[in-house]
Nanobody
Framework: QVQLVESGGGLVQPGGSLRLSCAASGNIFSIYAMGWYRQAPGKQRELVAAITSGGSTNYADSVKGRFTISRDNAKNTVYLQMNSLKPEDTAVYYC?????????????WGQGTQVTVSS
């Protein structure tokens, strides 16, 4: 079985920073793309940033220049460094990963971590 466990969310003032982490564990053969999504109250879940196994990245326009996604393949972990946070960044953040385990390739999701940007 495979699990994704997120950490690093919390309450921060506008202009502040947070770093989210998401570690994959279990019967993992390989991990392809990893990403971060977010869902604010009353809104659909949206892609924030994604990174391939080779390190190519893409970002939502709303976070470009403020957020940085990275990964440590040796630790099966993806990170999201969030700087210059705004109240509109408030949401539950979810990580996902495209993982080969056994004979199947499945997209797994973490449980979500709350990020609140407020003064």
């Amino acid at each position: 079985q495979v699990q994704l466990v997120e950490s690093g969310g919390g309450l921060v003032q506008p202009g502040g920073s947070l770093r989210l982490s998401c570690a994959a564990s279990g019967n993992i053969f390989s991990i392809y793309a990893m990403g971060w999504y977010r869902q604010a109250p009353g809104k659909q879940r949206e892609l924030v940033a994604a990174i391939t196994s080779g390190g190519s990245t893409n970002y939502a326009d709303s976070v470009k220049g403020r957020f940085t996604i990275s990964r440590d393949n040796a630790k099966n972990t993806v990170y999201l460094q969030m700087n210059s946070l705004k109240p509109e960044d408030t949401a539950v953040y979810y990580c996902n990963a495209d993982i080969v385990s056994g004979y199947s390739r499945v997209t797994y999701w973490g449980q979500g971590t709350q990020v609140t940007v407020s003064s």
